[in-house]
């Protein structure tokens, strides 16, 4: 079998890059090291019987134009639940639940009622932002016809926002999170709900510079035609990776897992195929990586085939990760302070303040995890309820903040980090730990070494403002061409981002698209 | 975690570094004439320049090259470190010889130029005039290869000129006549060993010694006797050296390129293919940073090239404008001197293309020259010509005259 296209790695990026070349005809292999599709938007099982999302649990993102285009419905992408609540619970009692423009619960009546106003505000911004993601950002210098339009576009977008919400957007955009909110309101947990949307999976705490535009990244986001709904995969986040896989399949794209990318083959400056780690030289004209750029370009490529200043920018990108994934399979449905049955079918936020999301990213800075960390918890099996034994369930945590590197290593610090979040789970579940039948808590180093994100990070390098658009991930490299000729990146680490959307895969599709048109 | 850092106070330096034969140069130098070398004590002149080139192409003239900046480079990758590194094909370089190489930065822009001493498989010696600690580790990332300054554990001395090879014979140096041009060779000298390369910066027969600091005052007062019968072994200072290396045609970082990796302003960086050093770029080697930049400027074409230039008159054009028809401007001399060996007035200089390759006619350089205290502007007509300037026979001559 020969082929055309070689896409190293099959998270969502990779597999949606894929799909999108086989259906323009070309003749696609995709090779995963790990054993399970879908890199870090996979579903596992952590106990017999019960099947929870590895990494990635919340679906808000995915582009609705892959959505469309790759037919995912017909392909088995269903939902067990697409518009969800997000209810933040302080510990003591106090909740407070929103769906988009509605808040309940602990608010004062000011705040309650602005939040629909700053709320449709900060999606108003978001979605003038949106055509942002379906285009390469532009070349620093000398720009093709096709950029021009993608420019206007945007420019149009922006521009159209008006005047009073564009001076709003320039004001807000470079700022932090902590002060925005401050801004707006007073009540701690509609605080808590702003910053934490702004800081998940992000090495930035509440008051880092630039935390909004993380914020506004998560809103430009629009699920089943709802801007900021959050949803929840029928399945687990496996089944976005399963229809994306599907889809690619019946266009021909072949997959083969455990299968790892040891070196692109590069000479004379070209790529020309791939060695596996078993020896394997496979062959085809154009190479695809979902992997993060300085694996791609230093591991596989090798510094001999780059340039120097090249490889130090790539290697200098920030990637080291804050967030940790805890996955427990319980015997019961657990009984979180404050939270009612509707709420448990959404998505909670545990801790009390903003203040206490920035004292939990201290310790992160200086290689300790938060023993009060930030909490962003889900019982998927509420509302598909086939993830685990009947009247069991799955709760899925995402643990913010946990350093990749912690003092004397992982290795033997993971069972106290274990100890310290269960108890701080139980401050607001009390009761919960009793109830554990099974556990899988994955520190920045697990993700990386399992799911071979670069630090463990959520989006493969830091979403600041120095590594977005054109410097992302690097300048020289952020129309998925890399200085390699027909060596191509196209995972979270490029523009626009990670998260389970599809777009950094879709527009590195359309630049090899575009060369093999230019040739 | 501490970060506080103590310093103690013999370890803070005040003023110029010595060089291990400062003891012999500074009672010479009368009139404390020094030139800025990487914070080194080294002579501009020992007063009287002039006196000082004529040895460089009469007799022997001697130059302390100790405060060259030195890395050693060695381990399992070292060859391949330095093809990544270098435009020039470094696995043609074998054990014993000596390279003029450039290396560039991602853009293709030459950040230094120096010479490249292969001791060994694994082994090298870089030279160069700019510190490169800084780009040498940023390059060495992913190689087996390690890299020192050796700067201070190495004094080097120039010794160029017809006789410079009678002197290192009345030396003692074994089978030196068997040395050729651009390679190196240990020889035995007092209790150890002088290791001597056949290279220079002057475009004339002429070798250069080096060897531990222990060994400096030795070997300087031996080269003292040594050239004694030979009209002696001038010191010389960088003024005579740097009329010697334009007459040779060489370029100088800060002079006629600005090193890339210090360039603030956009467009002062220049390629190899500007400097006209295309020879030394091989693009069937394999990468090497600058590559794809350097094979795109190939097929762009460049913007700029430096040409040698023979100037009408016997006033110095250093730092003249070049004009087209007298009326545009396109370009300036970067290095230019009256040549008292060729008896020319010439200098390098660099050129906006086309000017330099397809305009090569009609070119003036704008001199002022200050004639009791009036300036007097000269247009001197330029001519293109082929460098160098000066190139005697005996500068490649192996065995070399027995001046
Ligand atoms: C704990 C956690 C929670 C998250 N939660 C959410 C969430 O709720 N919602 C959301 O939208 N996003 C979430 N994210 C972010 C999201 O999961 C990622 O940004 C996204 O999945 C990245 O997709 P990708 O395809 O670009 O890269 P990846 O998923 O990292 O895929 C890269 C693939 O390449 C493979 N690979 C690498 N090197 C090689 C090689 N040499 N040979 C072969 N294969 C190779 C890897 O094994 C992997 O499968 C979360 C991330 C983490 C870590």
């Known amino acids: 079998m020969s082929y055309s296209h070689i896409v190293i790695g099959a998270g969502h990026n990779g597999l949606t890059c894929a799909a999108y070349l086989a259906k323009s005809g070309a003749k696609v292999l995709v090779l995963e090291a790990r054993s399970q599709p879908g890199g870090a938007a996979a579903t596992e099982e952590i106990a017999p019987g019960y099947r929870v999302s590895s990494c990635a649990h919340l679906l808000y993102q995915l582009h609705p134009r892959i959505m469309l285009d790759l037919a995912l419905d017909r392909h088995g992408l269903e939902f ?73 576009k945007l ?78 995969p029928k399945g687990g986040m496996g089944a976005v990776s399963g229809a994306l896989l599907r889809a690619g ?54 510094a001999q085939h780059i340039d120097a200043g090249f490889q130090r920018d790539v290697s200098k990108i920030r990637s080291k990760g804050a967030t940790a994934k805890l996955n427990l399979a319980l015997s019961a449905l657990p009984n979180f302070t404050g939270a ?106 697990d993700l990386e070494a399992q799911f071979g994100l670069p630090g463990g990070h959520w989006h493969h390098g830091e979403l600041a403002i120095d590594q977005l658009l054109m410097l992302r991930p690097v300048a020289g490299a952020a129309r998925y061409a890399t200085p390699v000729e027909n060596l191509f990146l196209c995972g979270a680490g490029c523009h626009p981002g990670g998260g389970v959307m599809g777009a950094a895969g879709y527009n590195a599709a359309r630049a090899v698209l575009a060369k093999r048109q230019a040739a | 975690m501490n970060y506080s850092m103590k310093i103690k106070p013999d370890t803070v330096r005040v003023g110029l570094k010595p060089t291990p034969f400062i003891d012999r140069l500074r009672p010479l130098n009368k009139f404390e004439s020094l030139a800025y070398w990487q914070g080194y004590w080294s002579p501009a002149d020992f007063g009287n320049p002039e006196r000082e080139y004529f040895a460089i192409r009469n007799t022997t003239s001697v130059f302390d ?34 390279a003029y190489t450039v290396w560039c930065n991602d853009e293709g822009k030459v950040i230094d130029d120096g010479t490249l001493f292969r001791l060994g498989p694994q082994e090298f010696r870089l030279c160069c005039q700019e510190h490169q600690l800084f780009w040498l580790l940023t390059s060495a990332a992913g190689f087996d290869v390690s890299i020192h300054d050796e700067t201070d554990e190495v004094c080097g001395l120039s010794l160029q000129g017809p006789t410079s090879y009678s002197v290192l014979r009345a030396l003692g140096l074994a089978a030196v006549e068997t040395l050729k041009p651009f390679e ?129 008159g016997n006033k110095p054009a250093n730092h003249a404008l070049i004009y087209h028809r007298k009326k545009t401007e396109v370009g300036h001399i970067s290095s230019g001197i009256w040549s008292p060996t060729a008896k020319r007035n010439i200098g390098l200089a660099m050129l906006q293309m086309p000017y330099g390759k397809s305009i090569t006619s009609d070119l003036w350089a704008e001199i002022y020259v200050m004639r009791e205290l009036k300036w007097e502007k000269r247009m001197a007509k330029c001519t293109i010509v082929k460098a160098p300037f000066f190139e005697p026979a005996r500068r490649r001559a192996t065995p070399p005259g027995a001046y």
């Open chain 1, 249 to 302: 399949a019946v266009r021909g794209v072949d997959l083969r897992l455990g299968q790892r990318v040891r070196r692109i083959i590069v000479a004379d400056g070209k790529a020309s195929g791939v060695e596996t780690d078993t020896g394997e030289i496979i062959e085809a004209a154009n190479v695809i990586s979902n992997a993060d750029i300085a694996k791609t370009m230093v591991s596989m490529v090798g």
């Open chain 1, 80 to 152: 067990s639940a697409k518009n969800i609540t997000t209810t933040v619970l302080a510990g003591d009692g106090a909740a407070l639940t929103m769906l988009d423009g509605k808040a309940t619960g602990n608010i004062s009546e000011k705040d309650a009622q602005n939040w629909p106003i700053f709320w449709a505000r900060m999606k108003k911004i978001a979605r003038h932002l949106q055509p942002m993601l379906l285009m390469s950002p532009p070349r620093l210098a000398g720009r093709d016809l096709s950029q021009n339009l993608d420019l206007l």
């Open chain 1, 340 to 445: 009612d049955a509707q709420a448990l079918a959404g998505r909670l936020l545990l801790t009390e303040s903003i203040e206490q999301i920035e004292l939990a990213f201290n310790p992160a800075k200086y290689g300790q995890w938060s023993k009060h960390p930030l909490l962003e918890v889900v019982i998927p099996s509420v509302t598909d309820p086939a993830l685990a034994p009947a009247g069991h369930h799955v709760l899925s945590a995402i643990v913010q903040y946990a350093p990749y590197q912690v003092e004397s290593g992982w290795a033997s610090q993971r069972e106290p980090f274990q100890r310290d979040v269960m108890a701080h789970l139980e401050h607001f579940a009390p009761g919960i730990g009793a109830s554990v039948v099974g556990t899988d808590l994955k520190t920045p180093a």
């Open chain 2, 184 to 312: 190196l060779r240990d020889f035995s000298f007092g209790p150890g060993s002088i290791m001597v390369s056949r290279t220079g910066f002057t475009g004339d027969l002429g070798y250069e010694l080096w060897c531990a600091p222990g060994q400096a005052l030795p070997l300087w007062d031996a080269l003292q006797s040594a050239g004694r019968d030979f009209g002696g072994v001038e010191p010389i200072g960088s003024t005579a050296l740097d009329m010697a290396r334009i007459e040779a045609g060489f370029i100088g970082a800060h002079l006629d390129f600005m090193p890339a990796d210090q360039a603030v302003r956009a467009g002062r960086a220049a390629s190899p293919f500007e400097l006209n050093l295309e020879w030394l770029v091989d693009f069937n080697k394999g990468h090497f940073t600058g590559r794809a930049a350097l094979l795109a400027e190939q097929k762009a074409g460049s913007k700029r090239c430096l040409v040698a230039v023979d100037i009408e």
């Open chain 1, 155 to 232: 420019g149009w977008s922006i521009r159209s926002l008006g005047r009073e919400d564009m001076r709003e957007f320039l004001r807000i955009a470079a700022m932090n999170v902590y002060d925005l909110a401050a801004d707006y309101f007073d009540s701690p947990l509609i605080k808590v709900r702003i910053s934490a949307d702004a800081v998940l999976g992000t090495t930035l705490g509440p008051r880092s510079p630039g935390s909004v535009l993380s914020l506004l990244y998560k809103l430009t986001g629009a699920l089943n035609g709802v801007q900021g709904a959050m949803a929840l």
């Open chain 2, 65 to 98: 090259l100790s405060p060259m900046t030195k890395y050693r480079i060695k381990g399992p990758q070292a060859e391949a470190f330095l093809q990544r590194l270098m435009t020039r094909n470094i696995a043609k370089l074998k054990p014993g010889r000596v």
